[in-house]
């Protein structure tokens, strides 16, 4: 919880002399009462008063001056809401390494899995698009509402193409955010998405793409499908032969923080169907601050009454 105006809660201070005031008020009228009644006639004049009923009435109207206090704070407390709109760019690799089957059935095939079901998870308002890339990137849907856009997009992927030039999809899924329609004049918040095995070889630098994306306020979450162990079937020097694709995290691990994302590491579809369905909860809300002001204000309302009101019932006096 956090308040708006939190030097209110000094207020709190004076409750302290208030209740010793009221100590000492009753302790007065008892000695009084005391010394001026003889012993014979004190129970009818100066009966005894109740215990720990006389302190109730006094306990609830303190209760709800601090009430009225904290909620003169304005308190709040953190929710988590759904946005009301926002655009996720989903940018998958498709390059010649994607195949390699240390992710089960195959890397690309596990990214396409956990990225369908991203648009399954995300909430209505956000607009899902889908970007691949090698050598070259393309945009295979812009930002979409209709998430059957997106998972049929999804669904074409398909691996091969030499090199790996993540610099230049970024800049592709940037340029789709920015193409989204306005809503009441302003440009919906944006995301990407990007999985990758390895790091970029081809085209404009990651980390400047990233540093771009942090400018026009766009996070990038990162995620690394697949192992050291991974290798693919292909031919060197005339020959064909297994070659080793490890999983290169660095880079992307780097682009995640210039943008101001997630890196987030897959070495199984299982992982990476987990990562896909968090981000899919986390880019579909956000955390707002909810004001308990009307309910600080109703609680001490009612202690108040229920203060006063015992006092007179009780004794016939105000607390």
């Known amino acids: 919880m956090s308040f708006g105006a939190p030097l209110v809660l000094l207020g709190l201070l004076v409750l302290l002399p208030l209740a010793g005031w009221r100590l000492r008020t009753q302790r007065c009228a008892a000695r009084a009462a005391a010394a001026f009644v003889s012993a014979p006639l004190r129970p009818s004049v100066a009966p005894r008063l109740p215990g720990l009923r006389r302190l109730i009435p ?14 003169a704070a304005r308190p709040r407390i953190p929710v988590t809401v759904p ?13 010649d390494s994607m195949v390699a089957t240390d992710v089960r059935p195959s890397r690309l095939d596990a990214a396409q899995r956990a ?27 812009s930002p979409s509402t209709d998430h059957r856009l997106a998972r049929q997009a999804i669904a074409t992927l398909t691996p091969g193409g030499g090199g790996t030039a993540i610099g230049e999809a970024i800049e592709t899924a940037l340029g789709a955010i920015a193409a989204a329609p306005k809503i009441d004049g302003h440009r919906p918040p944006g ?5 990758s095995d390895g790091s970029s070889n081809v085209g404009v630098s990651p980390l400047l793409a ?6 026009a306020h766009v996070r990038i979450d990162t995620i690394a499908i697949g192992t050291a162990s991974g290798t693919i079937e292909g031919v060197e020097h005339g020959r064909r032969t297994t070659i080793p694709v490890p999983v290169s995290p660095t880079q992307l691990r780097a682009i995640a923080t210039a943008s101001g994302g997630t890196f987030f590491a897959a070495p199984s579809q299982a992982r990476a ?8 909860r986390e880019l579909g809300h ?8 009307g309910w600080g204000i109703a609680a001490g309302l009612l202690a108040l009454l229920l203060g006063v009101g015992l006092s007179l019932f009780w004794f016939g006096t105000l607390a």
Do not use: C, E, W
């Open 115 to 141: 990225a369908i079901a991203f648009t399954r998870h995300a909430v209505d308002t956000i607009g899902v698009g889908s970007v691949k890339f090698a050598r070259r990137p393309t945009l295979l849907q």
């Open 191 to 195: 995301a990407i998405v990007l999985l």
């Open 210 to 215: 990233a540093a771009a994306a942090r400018k």
């Open 83 to 95: 946005v009301r709109a926002a655009s996720v760019m989903l940018v998958n690799d498709v390059s």
């Open 286 to 293: 956000r955390r707002d601050l909810r004001g308990l002001i």
């Open 58 to 71: 006094p306990a609830l109207v303190a209760l709800a001056l601090t009430l009225f206090i904290l909620a």
């Open 273 to 280: 169907g987990a990562i896909y369905a968090h981000l899919a």
